[in-house]
């Protein structure tokens, strides 16, 4: 469900498999990351974000390399994980 946008915007979601629970967030492995070898990586949070671009493991990625890697935005709402709700009630 929240991978939606990929295809929906003309992208190709490496990770193939179906997550297991609704919330997503599934591991995988650096192994496996590397063989995934993604043109974009889209990063939820900050932190992470920055130690992509600082961990030379990271540089091995065309991604990290080219400098396509994207923090999704959160204001005025985070567009790719949470979109907005309305209560009917």
């Known amino acids: 469900m929240h991978t939606e946008l ?3 915007s003309g992208g190709t979601n490496v990770c193939p498999f ?3 629970t609704t919330m997503g967030m599934e591991k995988i492995s650096t192994e496996q990351l590397l063989l995934y070898d993604p043109d974009v990586i889209l990063v939820k949070e900050k932190g992470c974000f920055d130690r992509i671009q600082n961990d030379a493991r990271w540089k091995l990625l065309r991604a990290v390399r080219k400098k396509r890697i ?3 935005p959160y204001v005025p709402f985070n567009w790719f994980d949470r979109p907005p709700l ?3 009630s």
């Open 86 to 88: 309305y209560n009917l």
């Open 6 to 8: 990929i295809p929906l």
């Open 18 to 20: 179906k997550a297991a």
């Open 70 to 72: 994207y923090l999704i």
